[in-house]
């Protein structure tokens, strides 16, 4: 079945330094790609999306690339605030009609000034 | 506009009452999901529902948890009788499609604490 893994953290940053969460999927296909972001106390909310190879989806200064070749969809923002502070999760939807989001475990990323 | 409204934000209960999680989906969405998050398993989806219809329940922990969508505007999680294990925080979420690509948009949660 439909699977991601995601790094690890928790991640703990100074204020502009370079970010990066790692992120890989196993899926039949041509799978739909997302970053979740959630914030403390708050729900899930989309940061961005890619859904069809070599995608670039970015918002807010985060980008990430759909690779198919290496099932991969790296998170990568090159100046972290602290603002940015939160849990990422990156999550797929398949091909055909499921409707269903996989996620991973998330990654709680600490921003400090 | 909108999001998804979640109600009661917080709910702390003794163990054995019935306790009921609402959901107010976007105006215009089709699609209807229901998670519990807990630090050891993380998010878990429990159902969902397209076009006020169960379509996956294959989440849902056992008899005790209940959904219902009885309009495309409102919906229902029940537990009878709760435990202290179903102590979590639930999210509702909605959205447009098919196609799969169009992405979930989720209610702040509510926070279940069952003593």
């Known amino acids: 079945g439909n699977s991601v893994t995601q790094m690890e953290g928790p991640v703990t940053l100074s204020e502009e330094a370079f970010l990066t969460i790692n992120c890989t999927y196993t899926?039949?296909?041509?799978?739909?790609l997302f970053w979740y972001v959630q914030y403390p106390g708050e729900g899930l909310q989309l940061l961005l999306k890619?859904?069809?190879?070599?995608d670039k989806g970015s918002n807010k200064g985060f980008e990430a690339t759909y690779r198919k070749e290496t099932t991969s969809f790296h998170l990568e923002k090159g100046s972290v605030q602290v603002s940015d502070s939160a849990v990422y999760f990156c999550?797929?939807?398949?091909?055909?009609?499921?409707?269903?989001?996989?996620f991973g475990k998330g990654t709680k990323l600490t921003v400090n000034p | 506009d909108a999001g998804v409204i979640q109600s009661p934000r917080h709910e702390v209960t003794e163990m054995g009452q019935e306790v009921t999680l609402r959901c107010k989906p976007i105006?215009?969405?089709?699609?209807l999901f229901w998670y519990r998050q807990t630090m050891m398993r993380g998010l878990e989806l429990l159902i969902y529902?397209?076009?006020?219809?169960?379509?996956?329940d294959s989440g849902m922990p056992e008899d005790r948890f209940s959904a219902k969508m009885p309009n495309a505007s409102f919906s229902t999680l029940k537990i009878q009788p709760s435990e202290p294990r179903d102590s979590a925080v639930y999210f509702c979420?909605?959205?447009?499609?098919?196609?799969?690509?169009?992405?979930?948009?989720f209610g702040d949660g509510t926070r279940l604490s069952i003593l």
């Open positions: 979420a909605s959205r447009t499609g098919p196609p799969s690509n169009q992405p979930q948009h």
């Open positions: 890619a859904t069809k190879a070599d």
């Open positions: 529902f397209n076009n006020n219809v169960p379509i996956d």
């Open positions: 105006s215009g969405h089709n699609s």
């Open positions: 899926a039949t296909g041509y799978p739909s």
């Open positions: 999550a797929l939807s398949g091909q055909g009609g499921s409707e269903k989001l996989v």
